[in-house]
């Protein structure tokens, strides 16, 4: 996958993770409770396509994607650079 692919992937799970907010105050749940669970698959892509390091089936590395995927104070640009390259490794 092309970085600036994994950009817009990224930038796409910002904005489902804001609409899952507005969601929960909406309705009550999430997407995960209802009829669009299947927007859990830009996760999962994004996931599959990240750098070895972290599609580890280790707990500690889900938990260090996950930590990355969802820093917001990092621009797309900057978590797909990490997430693709695995350049942190850290103990969480």
Not at 6 to 27: F, P, S, T, Y
Not at 38 to 49: P, S
Request: proline share 1%.
């Amino acid at each position: 996958m092309e970085k600036t692919d994994m950009e817009l992937l990224i930038e796409v799970e910002d904005e489902l993770h804001n609409m899952d907010k507005a969601l929960e105050q909406l309705a009550g749940h999430g997407h995960a409770s209802g009829a669009f669970i299947k927007l859990d698959n830009v996760f999962d892509v994004i996931h599959r396509n990240s750098h070895e390091y972290y599609t580890s089936e280790a707990d500690d590395r889900m938990q260090l994607f996950f930590q990355i995927l969802m820093s917001r104070e990092m621009t797309p640009e900057e978590r797909a650079d990490i997430l693709m390259n695995g350049t942190i490794r850290m103990n969480t």
